[in-house]
T-cell receptor, first 114, second 111 residues
Framework: KAGVTQTPRYLIKTRGQQVTLSCSPI?????VSWYQQTPGQGLQFLFE???????NKGNFPGRFSGRQFSNSRSEMNVSTLELGDSALYLC?????????????FGPGTRLTVT | SQQGEEDPQALSIQEGENATMNCSYK?????LQWYRQNSGRGLVHLIL?????REKHSGRLRVTLDTSKKSSSLLITASRAADTASYFC???????????FGTGTRLQVFP
């Protein structure tokens, strides 16, 4: 069974631009969660989608948004990029809503904002 | 904000030694999970222990959970250089489906 894939793996953007990251979950998994990882803040929960609906949201500004498609693939978008958005963005999929099931992580997208 | 705090922040040991990491959390939980992350990569699930369980084993891993103290420990026996990684605990609190990660312990195992 193929694992979670994330594209692109690396991205360099300029402050003020926007970016879209993509995540394809493991086949059969309906829940997709997104996390931001930085050296200073650690792993921070962004949001979770299940059956195309956002079920949980972390404490991030409205510049961070996401969506999930009918095939469970998910995208997250960050608008008006700031230097502090530089981070490793991790996507994870699970069979059901993430709290009660193990999550399978992708390799991450490393975003650098200059 | 983080739910869990790991202790120690960093740990260095020799191959063959045991490594113990601790996790403390703040609220009542449904379960607690441990994950490993190799440098700059995605996380790998190690073990899930439910709130009504006290101890769980998986290969060289042993996890304990003390809900009265809101703490858990991960023991890796007979460590190998390949165990070098960061280890995170993650908790799912009651009435939420969010999985919140702790601050992590960086383990270095020297050959």
């Amino acid at each position: 069974k193929a694992g979670v894939t994330q594209t692109p793996r690396y991205l360099i953007k300029t402050r003020g631009q926007q970016v879209t990251l993509s995540c394809s979950p493991i086949s059969g998994h309906r829940s997709v969660s997104w996390y931001q990882q930085t050296p200073g803040q650690g792993l921070q929960f962004l949001f979770e989608y299940f059956s195309e609906t956002q079920r949980n949201k972390g404490n991030f500004p409205g510049r961070f948004s996401g969506r999930q498609f009918s095939n469970s693939r998910s995208e997250m978008n960050v608008s008006t990029l700031e230097l502090g958005d530089s981070a490793l963005y991790l996507c994870a999929s699970s069979l059901a809503l993430g709290g009660d099931y193990e999550q399978y992580f992708g390799p991450g997208t490393r975003l650098t904002v200059t | 904000s983080q739910q869990g705090e790991e202790d120690p922040q960093a740990l260095s040991i020799q191959e063959g030694e045991n490594a113990t990491m601790n996790c403390s959390y703040k609220t009542s939980i449904n379960n607690l999970q441990w994950y490993r992350q190799n440098s700059g990569r995605g996380l790998v699930h190690l073990i899930l222990i439910r709130s009504n369980e006290r101890e769980k084993h998986s290969g060289r891993l042993r996890v304990t959970l003390d809900t009265s103290k809101k703490s858990s420990s991960l023991l890796i026996t007979a460590s190998r250089a390949a165990d070098t990684a960061s280890y995170f605990c993650a908790t799912a609190a009651y009435n939420t489906d969010k999985l919140i990660f702790g601050t992590g312990t960086r383990l270095q195992v020297f050959p």
